[in-house]
Nanobody, 127 residues
Framework: QEQLIESGGGLVKAGDSLRLSCVTS????????MGWYRQAPGAEREVVAV???????YYGDSVKGRFTISRDNAKNTWNLQMNSLKPEDTAVYYC?????????????????????WGQGTQVTVSS
């Protein structure tokens, strides 16, 4: 069973940056399309960013221009660089991975597309 191990959350001030990381325990991460999601209290889980195995990326509207998704295949790691953080970015952030192939990037934004999920890491942005 694949495990995704997240790290990098914390408490920061508005305007600060954070870098989240997600490591795969078994397969090489180059086999996976991956996504970052977040869930704030009382809200639905929403997509933050997605990257396919081919490198195509998708960003949620609220994070475009501020967040960057990347992968380091040598370390089996995905990263989410979050800049210019806002209080509304406060949430639990989850990484997710899938071996499935979809022809449309939009399908990778659906939570059902993913087979493996990290445990979540809290990001809190104070004003």
């Amino acid at each position: 069973q694949e495990q995704l191990i997240e790290s990098g959350g914390g408490l920061v001030k508005a305007g600060d940056s954070l870098r989240l990381s997600c490591v795969t325990s078994r397969r090489s991460n180059r086999n996976y399309a991956m996504g970052w999601y977040r869930q704030a209290p009382g809200a639905e889980r929403e997509v933050v960013a997605v990257q396919t195995t081919g490198g195509t990326t998708y960003y949620g509207d609220s994070v475009k221009g501020r967040f960057t998704i990347s992968r380091d295949n040598a370390k089996n790691t995905w990263n989410l660089q979050m800049n210019s953080l806002k209080p509304e970015d406060t949430a639990v952030y989850y990484c997710a991975a899938t071996l499935r192939y979809f022809s449309e990037i939009i399908d990778y934004t659906r939570p059902w597309a993913y087979d493996y999920w990290g445990q979540g890491t809290q990001v809190t942005v104070s004003s």
